[in-house]
C-alpha cells in the first residue's frame, strides 16, 4: 500500500470514528418517529410560524423565557453531531454534547424513563427521518442570576433526578406497564400534572394532583372522585386523548391541546387504552378545592331576559356578563350553553374549563381561544375585542351560569394572562434562590471572621 493510501485510509478511518453512526433500517427510523411523537417533541422544538424541529419557542417559566433549541440533524445548529452516547445522555440526565445542562423545562426527568432501545430508535429517526435546518441558530436562553449558571444544575440533578429507566411491574399485567412506560416516560405526564415544589422539582406527594403551568392548569388526573378523574371512564379517556368529543366533560385546550394534537390522537388504540389504564389505577389525591367533580357543574339556562330590549350602556366596560355572552358566545354555545348535538361546539355546563376552582382556564380560552394543529380550530380569543374589565365580567356570569359559582375571575388575573410571556413570572423561586445565596455567602464571610479572630487570638 503506496503512502497517499495509507494516508487516505487513515483520514476515512479518523472521520468514521467520529462521525455518528445512523445507519438505521426504516423499520427502526419509522419507530422512532413513533416514540418521538409520543414525546411530543415537535411542540415544544417548533416555534410559531418556525420549521418543524429547528426551536426557538419561548416556554414560559418561574424564572422567564426557556427557548427550545434546534433539534434536526443540522451540523451547524442541530444535533446532527451528536453520537448515540451523547443523544442518550441528553435524553437520560439531561447533558448537552458539551457536556452542559439543560434546564428541566426539556422532560428529561421523564424521559430518563425510556429503554435504550427506544432512545436509538429515536435517534435513528432524528438523524434520518427528520429535515435538518441549517438557516439560523435559535434563540438563547438567558434566565437572570443564579440560573443563568448552568453549572448549578448538576446539584438540582443530584438531589432530585433518577436516571434509572422504568423497570416492569411484575404485580401488574403487560397493559398497566405499558401504560406506565408512556406516561412515565416519553407522555411526561407528571411534568405538567404533578405540583412543584420551591426547588421546582416534582412533589412525589401529590404526583398528577395538579400543577399551574405557564398561566394554564393541569388538573388533577388521579382517580379522586372529585378532584380527580375519578368519574371518567377509560373509554371517555381513550376518546379525550384521540381528540375526539367527551360530551360532559369538554374538549382539550392550551397545552392539553397541543399534546393531543401532536402526540395523543397519533398513538395506537392500544396504547391510549394502556396509558388509560395506568391513570385510572393512581392512587388518588385530594387538592380539597372541590365537593363535586369539576364535569358535574351548571345546568341549561339563561338570562335572555335580562338583556332584551336593554339598550347597551354607552360605556361597553359597563356591559353585563349576559350581554357580553349574547353577542359574542351565543352564536356557538346556543343562548342556554348547550352548544351543539354530539359536543362538536361543547355545552358550558359540565364542562371541565368551568368547573376547576382554578379559573385560569376559562380566562385564558376567552383571550386567546382554541387553537387546534390537524384539525379546525373552532373557538376564537377575544383577546383584541373585549377588554380586561368585559373578559372579567363574562367569566364570572359563565362561571355562575353555567360552572363552578364559587371560583372567580379577576382584572388582575385577566391582565397577567393576555399575555402568555408574563404567564411564568412572578415567582418567588428567584428570590428565595437569591436569598439563599446571600445567606450562604453571609455564612461563609462569618466563618471566615472567625477563623481570623482565631488566629489572632
Not at 58 to 70: M, Q, R
Not at 120 to 145: E, N, S
Not at 287 to 294: E, I
Not at 367 to 380: F, T
Amino acid at each position: 500500500m503506496n503512502k497517499t493510501l495509507m494516508k487516505f485510509s487513515w483520514l476515512a478511518a479518523t472521520v468514521l470514528a467520529a462521525a455518528p453512526a445512523f445507519a438505521a433500517d426504516n423499520a427502526e427510523v419509522e419507530r422512532g418517529r413513533y416514540l418521538a411523537t409520543a414525546g411530543d417533541c415537535v411542540a415544544c422544538h417548533t416555534a410559531p410560524g418556525g420549521k418543524s424541529m429547528a426551536g426557538g419557542l419561548a416556554l414560559a417559566s418561574p424564572l422567564g423565557s426557556i427557548y427550545s433549541t434546534n433539534i434536526t440533524p443540522s451540523k451547524t445548529h442541530g444535533i446532527g453531531n451528536y453520537t448515540l452516547q451523547q443523544f442518550t445522555d441528553a435524553l437520560r440526565h439531561g447533558k448537552r454534547a458539551d457536556g452542559a445542562n439543560l434546564y428541566p423545562a426539556m422532560p428529561y426527568t421523564a424521559y430518563a424513563k425510556t429503554t435504550d432501545e427506544d432512545i436509538a430508535a429515536m435517534y435513528a429517526y432524528f438523524m434520518q427521518g427528520v429535515q435538518a435546518v441549517d438557516d439560523a441558530p435559535a434563540k438563547q436562553t438567558d434566565l437572570p442570576f443564579p440560573f443563568n449558571i448552568r453549572a448549578s444544575l448538576s446539584v438540582w440533578n443530584a438531589m432530585f433526578h433518577d436516571a434509572t429507566p422504568y423497570k416492569a411491574d411484575a404485580s401488574q399485567p403487560p397493559e398497566w406497564n405499558r401504560g406506565a412506560y408512556l406516561a412515565q416516560g416519553l407522555a411526561h405526564c407528571t411534568t405538567c400534572h404533578t405540583p412543584r415544589t420551591a426547588l421546582m422539582a416534582e412533589d412525589a406527594k401529590r404526583s398528577l394532583g395538579g400543577a399551574d403551568l405557564g398561566g394554564w392548569y393541569a388538573p388533577n388526573i388521579t382517580s379522586h372522585a372529585s378532584s380527580g378523574i375519578g368519574s371518567w371512564t377509560e373509554e371517555e379517556l381513550v376518546a379525550y386523548m384521540s381528540g375526539k368529543p367527551v360530551p360532559g366533560k369538554g374538549p382539550a385546550a392550551g397545552p392539553m391541546a397541543e399534546a393531543v394534537d401532536h402526540s395523543l390522537k397519533h398513538l395506537s388504540a392500544e396504547d391510549l387504552k394502556a396509558i388509560a389504564v395506568y391513570v385510572k389505577s393512581l392512587p388518588a389525591v385530594d387538592d380539597g378545592s372541590l365537593k363535586q367533580s369539576a364535569a358535574s357543574f351548571g345546568k341549561q339556562t339563561d338570562a335572555l331576559d335580562s338583556v332584551r330590549g336593554v339598550d347597551l350602556p354607552k360605556d361597553y366596560n359597563a356591559m353585563t356578563g349576559a350581554q357580553i355572552y349574547d353577542g359574542y358566545c351565543a352564536a356557538c354555545h346556543q343562548a342556554q350553553g348547550q352548544g351543539t348535538e354530539g359536543g362538536g361546539l361543547p355545552s358550558l355546563f359540565n364542562n371541565t374549563s368551568l368547573g376547576h376552582a382554578n379559573s385560569n382556564n376559562l380566562v385564558q380560552v376567552l383571550l386567546h381561544g382554541i387553537e387546534r394543529h390537524g384539525a379546525d380550530s373552532v373557538m376564537p380569543g377575544f383577546a383584541h375585542e373585549l377588554t380586561d374589565k368585559q373578559i372579567t365580567s363574562l367569566g364570572n356570569y359563565l362561571l355562575t351560569s353555567y360552572g363552578n359559582p364559587s371560583a372567580k375571575v379577576t382584572e388582575q388575573q385577566v391582565a397577567q394572562l393576555r399575555d402568555p410571556a408574563a404567564a411564568g413570572s412572578g415567582s418567588s423561586l428567584l428570590t428565595l434562590a437569591r436569598i439563599g445565596m446571600a445567606v450562604g455567602v453571609i455564612v461563609v464571610l462569618a466563618l471566615i471572621a472567625w477563623l481570623v479572630r482565631r488566629r489572632k487570638s
